[in-house]
């Protein structure tokens, strides 16, 4: 149930004295500070992602979208797009003060990572999570009303705003990362992993072993774990980790009963299951941030699903890409202007620089020098800002390439 506001001194956890439990926590809490708009009866066939193209181009800080009543499924069943797609709703993920501006959050996080610890998670016997268990030919991954987002998509995709979890088999440390996944049929998803990132090192290394690859996929958690899982972090740094430093308390979490990784106790819906090398499906095209189809469909990984872990009338967590500012956008760029903030004063560099970041391009990230010159903090991609020519854009909901967000602080330590 939902405390009370606590008095300023109280307050430890944004509003609050305590952290969130869970998504349906973090709901409550957003829906109070007004920033939840219910939209039911939408379709899981392009409408939730047309919908949620225009609720997040309608204005700078959109509201997060409850989509409910989903037509063929059960009432109960439930989709969040734009969790953390707003400053107020990013304070109350991260637990940072309630906020005025963009720029206070910004603030308020470089302000946390000087002090920001790492804090283990912990293991529980039960959660919510448990509630249902579906086993080997129980399992269906379409009896979740996964949304078809963009009309030239591969497919129906579950995971977007998802965390892929693994353990590395060579240093016994877990990873959880933001990786796009699609279904494949009711008891195969694909995974695309760029290459470099941690998911796919780790994975590699399985396959180098001639060993499958287990796996979890998280599709609907805290969104403290979708920034966790969706920000670069250090390689051997687990997500459990940091998002339990934001916290100030550890997060709880489960084992799964095949290969015991560790899912988040409180987490909506989790998928089990392995990889093969050289098993694989087409994928994709998928309509990307960069508000086209970033790339051709491409054999990658299959994972054979053995287990769907779920609460009772679950919800499906939904970040969607589209023509910028996407769903997410807000957070992946207030989180990148922290931490360049942050790495920037570590450089013990005497300049006052400009940290600039734009909602449409939160990867374009650029400091400025005493001399002016622009020193890219983030290899930019010059691709985010507009279509190239040869690519297609993504269609549906009225967007706009000019609608960006511009973070200008006077940087000091
Ligand atoms: C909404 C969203 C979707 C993303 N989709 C993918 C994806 O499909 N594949 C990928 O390799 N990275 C994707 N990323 C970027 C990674 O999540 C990000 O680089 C993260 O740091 C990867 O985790 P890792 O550093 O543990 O590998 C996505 C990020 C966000 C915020």
Not at 112 to 122: G, N, Q
Not at 147 to 155: A, K, S, T
Request: glycine share 8%; hydrophobic share 35%; proline share 10%.
């Amino acid at each position: 149930m939902l405390e009370k506001t606590q008095s300023p001194q109280a307050q430890r956890f944004n509003a609050y004295d305590r952290p969130h439990d869970d998504l349906r926590e973090f709901i409550a809490r957003a829906e109070r500070a007004g920033e939840i708009v219910r939209i039911a009866g939408a379709d899981w066939k392009l409408e939730m992602g047309t919908l949620a193209e225009i609720v997040n181009h309608a204005r700078p800080e959109p509201p997060a979208i409850l989509f409910e009543e989903v037509p063929g499924y059960p009432k109960g069943m439930r989709l969040l797009s734009g969790a953390t797609n707003s400053s107020k709703r990013l304070a109350i993920a991260l637990g940072l003060p309630v906020p005025r501006n963009p720029l206070d959050v910004v603030r308020a996080y470089r302000d946390r990572m000087k002090i920001h610890r790492p804090i283990p998670p912990k293991t529980v016997a039960k959660g919510p999570v448990f509630e249902n268990i579906d086993r080997d030919g129980e399992v269906d991954v379409l009896k979740f009303p996964v949304p078809f987002l963009h009309e030239h998509d591969g497919g129906r995709y579950v995971g977007t705003d998802d965390l892929v979890i693994m353990r590395d088999p060579e240093a016994d440390w877990v990873n959880g990362g933001t990786y796009r996944v699609m279904v494949q049929d009711k008891t195969h998803v694909s995974l695309w992993i760029s290459p470099g990132k941690h998911g796919r090192q780790i994975r590699e290394k399985y396959f180098r072993a001639g060993k499958p690859c287990p796996v979890l996929i998280s599709c609907g958690h805290d969104p403290l774990l979708f920034l966790a899982g969706g920000n670069e972090l250090k390689f051997g740094l687990c997500e459990y980790d940091y998002a339990g430093g934001h916290r100030g308390e550890p997060c709880e979490i489960v084992l799964s009963e095949l290969h015991g990784l560790p899912m988040p106790a409180h987490a909506e819906i989790v998928l089990e299951g392995e990889m093969v090398e050289n098993v694989t499906a087409k994928e994709g095209p998928f309509g990307e941030f960069t508000g086209y189809y970033a790339s051709s469909p491409s054999h990658q990984p299959l994972v054979e699903v053995k287990r769907v872990y779920y609460r009772n009338d679950p919800i499906l967590g939904i970040a969607s890409p589209m023509r910028p500012p996407s769903d997410f956008s807000f957070s992946k760029c207030v989180m990148k202007a922290g931490m360049i903030w942050t790495r920037w004063n570590a450089r013990d560099c005497p300049a006052s620089p400009a940290c600039g970041c734009t909602n449409s391009a939160a990867r374009a990230c650029s400091t400025s020098s005493p001399s002016s010159r622009p020193i890219p903090a983030m290899r930019a991609r010059p691709g985010c800002w507009q279509p190239a020519a040869s690519r297609v854009p993504i269609s549906g909901g009225s967007s706009s390439w000019s609608t960006r967000m511009s973070i200008r602080p006077t940087c000091s330590t």
